[in-house]
């Protein structure tokens, strides 16, 4: 019991300073006050995202993961510690792993009389080991609505006359799919992407500052993962040891909610504005020898489409 209205409010005021010095270190620094977020050391979880059918009678499994890491970016080689199981433990999986959650990241074909077998992706991450089982189960049939859902384009369960006709973007990566470079030397990567304009993007010219105000200081209304809907292009290393500078610096195409983290997640994150005729300049410099598997990858908010070359890089 409180003896005095004065050791009340004494009481009361300073569990309300404290409320708010909180918050306002979770708005600084978010990993600070949560103990479940960690910069390095933890493990990969390898994800089964969904199926979906192709013309020609197979099917394409869909897989993702979350790297439970805000900083590090394991690399893990095709071998026991990344495989697939039954058949060819290579499936075109990636070996670098970007931090935190990473959808529908890659696809594996297999044939239409499939049936009720399993695929296993197999991934051993610092020590722990996770499986993601894939099957043809109905219920994880996916198609675009359901993608565009699941990376947060569209609230859950929902769609529209625009979410229904939008297309994915078309990357073309001009020039040769295996190139060679040396070590601190830029290679120029060109790339064109074309795209419906589907989902409408909001730019800079129709958002005043009232409604980013507005933006930053609204609480989450939705259940799932929000995106800003808007096309762009993200160049990222799929597979290979070293570190790969890209520039200019590009959106992220992983779920990096800050505020400014230049990711499409990020609550205050403009779509970059469309170069002519969709083409696209970007170096990537890269710090030591290896064989490397670029990856760049075109979203409009809703869908994706993906571009691939490998470099030999050399002294």
């Known amino acids: 019991m409180y003896k005095t209205a004065e050791n009340f409010a004494k ?103 499939w049936g009720e077998r399993e695929l296993v992706w197999t991934l051993s991450v610092n020590g722990v080991e996770r499986k993601a089982y894939a099957t043809l189960a109905q219920d994880y049939q996916v198609d675009n609505i359901v993608i565009a859902s699941e990376t947060g384009s569209l609230g859950a369960g929902t769609s529209s006359p625009e979410s229904r006709a939008n ?32 989902p409408r993007p909001k730019r800079d010219s129709t958002i005043s500052e009232r409604s980013l105000e507005a933006r930053m200081m609204r609480p989450p209304t939705r259940i799932t993962v929000g995106k800003v809907n808007g096309l762009f292009l993200s160049w990222n290393v799929y597979r290979g040891e070293g570190n790969v500078t890209f520039d200019p610096p590009m959106p992220k195409p ?19 504005e469309i170069p002519e005729e969709g083409i696209y300049d970007v170096t990537a410099t890269f710090d030591e020898p290896g064989t490397y598997i670029l990856w760049g990858r075109a979203d409009d908010g809703g869908l994706y489409h993906d571009g691939y070359i490998t470099v030999n890089v050399t002294e």
């Open 11 to 113: 009481t009361v005021t300073g569990t309300f300073c404290a409320a708010l010095a909180l918050a306002f270190v979770f708005l600084v620094n978010p990993l600070s006050v949560n103990a479940e977020s960690y910069q390095s050391g933890q493990h990969v979880e390898p994800a089964y995202e969904g199926w979906r059918p192709n013309p020609d009678g197979s099917f394409s499994f869909m897989f993702g993961y979350m790297n439970e890491n805000w900083l590090e970016e394991p690399n893990v080689a095709v071998g026991e510690n990344n495989f697939f199981f039954p058949g060819e433990a290579d499936r075109d999986q990636p070996t670098h792993f970007l931090p935190r959650r990473n959808r529908f990241t890659f696809e594996v074909v297999v044939p239409a009389d």
């Open 167 to 198: 297309l994915p973007p078309v990357v073309t990566v001009q020039g040769d799919s295996i190139r060679t470079a040396r070590v601190g030397e830029p290679l120029k990567l060109v790339t064109q992407v074309t795209d419906d304009g589907l």
């Open 254 to 272: 992983w779920e990096d909610t800050r505020t400014s983290a230049n990711s499409p997640w990020g609550a205050l994150w403009l779509p970059p």
